[in-house]
């Protein structure tokens, strides 16, 4: 009953095998290798546009490095107030872009909102004393387990584009979004104004690939040589690539983040039909029952795993957990954790 990340699941049997299949006795270094190039390809296949594709090992790399992309002195990052970059990342996007300052925006279920977006852009005219917005940054799927609509992301990037911000998609779990929205991936990103995706394989059976995908490269110069001098040049790219490569092969990365969704989505219904209130819908792999005190200790004696959610606020003797399903989820553990949340 392990609930307490996606990252806690380990590597899927093709990803695997694509790493054992592509491990070939010589290959060129630093992405100039066939692999790398296929990916590259399949990617801008699968986004319907050519792509510039960055792998990076973490998430938090993939953000920061899209970020340094685009900063300019004095910027501005609009994000919301439960974002990685800004709550989770120990100040990586700063780090990487000489102290660009996160501006965290209120959230309903997770998620910003366009007078979020505006009420930050009317305070900060040009020329304001506070800094020079320089990009709008949105988690697909959010920290809250939800998921922006086509229509919200194109109303948010609308509102950002009239003000010439980059716009940033934090797509550490955008395969669970993407499924739940049975939308095809250029309508969730380049065709709803996202410039730039931190496409995330990690949480969805891989174990070490991330890519920053870039839709408009005109709007993120020098990223490449970002990249090299913050350490994010793999000799052995074929390594990353491989992974992607059984990821992406036949929809496997759709199938893992189907079940993931398909387990989350069980795990609400079952709580709610227990008594249990959710403090966000479920609209992909993660679930938030405000649960009371003496049924999360009676899980966690059973072996479950998983975080309290403190920003929830929960009645008296009771707390906001949050459950995270992944591809390695079995439905029989589900089961056995709504059977000891019902007594
Ligand atoms: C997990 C996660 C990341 C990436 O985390 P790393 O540990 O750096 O790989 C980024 N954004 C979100 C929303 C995440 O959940």
Known sequence: MIFASDNWAGASQ???DALAANNTDFAAAYGRDPLTDRVTERLGEMFERPVEVYFTATGTAANALSMAACARPGGLVLTSETAHV?????????????????????????????????????ANPEGSRFGRPVALSLTQASECGTVYTPEEVRALTGIAASRDLVCHMDGARFANALVSLGATPAEVTWKAGIDVLSFGGTKNGCWCAEAVVVFNPDRLPDLVTHRSRSGHLFSKSRFVAAQFDGYLANDHWRELATHANAMATRLGEGLAAAGHRLAYPVEANEVFPVLDLATIARLREAGAAFYEW????AGEDTSCVRLVTSFATKSEEVARFLEIAAR
């Open 310 to 313: 403190p920003e929830v606020e």
């Open 14 to 16: 093709p990803v695997m």
């Open 86 to 122: 800004y709550c989770d990342e120990w100040g990586a996007a700063e780090f990487f872009t000489h102290g660009m300052k996160m501006v965290p925006l209120p959230t309903v279920a997770g998620k910003i909102t366009p007078d979020g977006v505006a009420g930050v852009l009317d």
